[in-house]
């Protein structure tokens, strides 16, 4: 039993190596100048001016939900593609509904003004 988990450990055990090797020889040999903007905390480029805990509009997490429904939409169309021809009528006439589907909710979604952003 041990030996079907043997090149699995093997692998696991080249890799640490490799990673602590690479990390050491990254502190002994590259270059330690300390610096306090290096030391600061900062997000997006510039410093932090107000509270990480602030409200953000729901704008925000409108677009950011609407980003994930037509990103994960794109995914279905890749093993659709792959299968295009075993699937015959029946699947491109689903891919069609589903498509269009999908285009209706993206005009619904423009026309309220869902994707400008001010």
């Given at each position: 039993?041990?030996?079907?988990?043997?090149?699995?450990?093997?692998?696991?055990?080249?890799?640490?190596?490799?990673?602590?090797?690479?990390?050491?020889?990254?502190?002994?040999?590259?270059?330690?100048?300390?610096?306090?903007?290096?030391?600061?905390?900062?997000?997006?480029?510039?410093?932090?001016?107000?509270?990480?805990?602030?409200?953000?509009?729901?704008?925000?997490?409108?677009?950011?939900?609407?980003?994930?429904?037509?990103?994960?939409?794109?995914?279905?169309?890749?093993?659709?593609?792959?299968?295009?021809?075993?699937?015959?009528?029946?699947?491109?006439t689903a891919m069609v509904i589903f498509l269009g589907i999908l285009i209706v909710g993206f005009i619904y979604e423009w026309k309220k003004g869902?994707?400008?952003?001010?």
């Open positions: 039993m041990l030996e079907q988990y043997l090149p699995i450990l093997i692998f696991m055990a080249i890799g640490l190596t490799i990673a602590v090797v690479a990390m050491a020889m990254g502190a002994m040999i590259g270059p330690h100048r300390p610096d306090k903007a290096k030391g600061a905390p900062y997000e997006c480029g510039f410093e932090a001016f107000e509270d990480a805990r602030m409200k953000f509009d729901v704008r925000y997490y409108l677009v950011a939900i609407l980003f994930i429904i037509f990103d994960l939409e794109i995914a279905f169309l890749f093993p659709w593609a792959i299968v295009l021809d075993k699937i015959g009528l029946f699947g491109i869902a994707l400008e952003w001010e």
